[in-house]
């Protein structure tokens, strides 16, 4: 079955950076775009990045574009999302997620806090 764990995810001032990682299994990664998205307290669920089966395609929500950057190791199976000067207002659960056989599947989720 289709498995996807996030790790990376920790506690950082303003302006900091934290690389978070999703590894993925039970699919054949190389053929799926995948996504990162996240959840602050009291808001829904928001796509933050996808990038493309290749790598080369990437989209970001305009909130972290020119901060983040979403990149993949169809090789490893794992999707990484590096941030950059992070925010306060960053701070969620971050979640990567992958849609096969028009099902959606998140992993469990890693926390991002960025406070002073």
């Known amino acids: 079955q289709v498995q996807l764990v996030e790790s990376g995810g920790g506690s950082v001032q303003p302006g900091g950076s934290l690389t978070l990682s999703c590894a993925a299994s039970g699919f054949p990664f190389s053929l799926y775009v995948m996504n990162w998205y996240r959840q602050a307290p009291g808001k829904e669920r928001e796509l933050v990045a996808t990038v493309t089966r290749s790598g080369i395609g990437t989209v970001y929500v305009d909130s972290v574009k020119g901060r983040f950057t979403i990149s993949r190791d169809n090789g490893k199976s794992i999707m990484y999302l590096q941030m950059n000067s992070l925010k306060p207002e960053d701070t969620a659960v971050y979640y990567c997620?992958?849609?096969?056989?028009?099902?959606?599947?998140y992993g469990q989720g890693t926390q991002v806090t960025v406070s002073s």
């Open positions: 997620a992958v849609v096969v056989h028009s099902f959606r599947t």
